[in-house]
């Protein structure tokens, strides 16, 4: 079984992250697409809307997706939620599973600032989507790992436990987080932007209404 693993702070989640994590897991073929938000991003200051909230936001926006699961596993544990620790757990967890991490190109970029990265490949493979504007330059370590590590086929990584890199070519949406957390502090345009079940979560709980 193939496992996709897709972790964020998702504050909220909004169409860029259900849109492109749903196209790369249909390209992956995979057989369960766990959406996983952290429990205190290690990258980032506190988020706006609970842990809870935010788990919450994520079941909605995927309520139609029979193979989607809302993964509460980073907020059920007492630590950091270092990716490297929750891929590992989950090896344990599922042996004979194969594990994909997907993550932005943004993220992967800098991938080399994450706590034991150079081990994430010993757990799981990686599968980079596109993100327009936010695109940085792959830094030299990121590039280097990606050299050794990056395949061009999907059936790759049904082949091999795990140690590939595939990029994606996911379709480009240019949209943050950041900007709909202002947008809607502004009483600016943000609902479309989310999901429609998302956007009654929000507005019926209040949330994001300073920027
Ligand atoms: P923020 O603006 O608060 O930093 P964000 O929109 O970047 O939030 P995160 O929860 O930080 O969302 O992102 C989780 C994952 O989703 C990361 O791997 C990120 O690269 C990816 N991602 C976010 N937005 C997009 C998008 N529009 N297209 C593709 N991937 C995205």
């Given at each position: 079984m193939l496992r996709v693993i897709f972790g964020g702070t998702?504050?909220?989640?909004h169409n860029g992250h259900v849109l492109t994590s749903l196209f790369a897991f249909h390209l992956l073929k995979g057989d369960q697409l766990h959406v996983m938000p952290s429990a205190q991003p290690p990258h980032r200051d506190f988020p706006g809307a609970s842990a809870a909230q935010r788990l919450e936001m994520v079941r909605l926006a995927y309520a139609d997706q029979p193979d989607v699961c809302a993964e509460p596993w980073e907020l059920q544990r007492e630590r950091t939620s270092y990716s490297l620790l929750t891929l590992q757990e989950m090896h344990n967890q599922w042996p004979e599973d194969k594990l994909v991490f997907l993550l932005g190109n943004d993220a992967f970029a800098k991938l080399h600032t994450w706590h034991g990265w150079q081990q994430l490949l010993d757990v799981a493979h990686l599968a980079v989507m596109q993100r327009p504007h936010e695109t940085k330059e792959w830094s030299s370590e990121v590039q280097a790992l990606a050299q050794r590590h990056q395949v061009k086929e999907i059936d790759k990584l049904h082949q091999t436990p795990n140690g590939a890199i595939i990029c994606l070519p996911t379709p480009e949406i240019a949209l943050s987080a950041t900007e709909l957390r202002q947008a809607m502090a502004a009483h600016g345009?943000?609902?479309?932007?989310?999901p429609a079940g998302v956007a009654d979560y929000i507005k019926q709980q209040q949330l994001y209404q300073t920027a």
């Open positions: 998702f504050d909220p989640i345009p943000w609902e479309q932007h989310v």
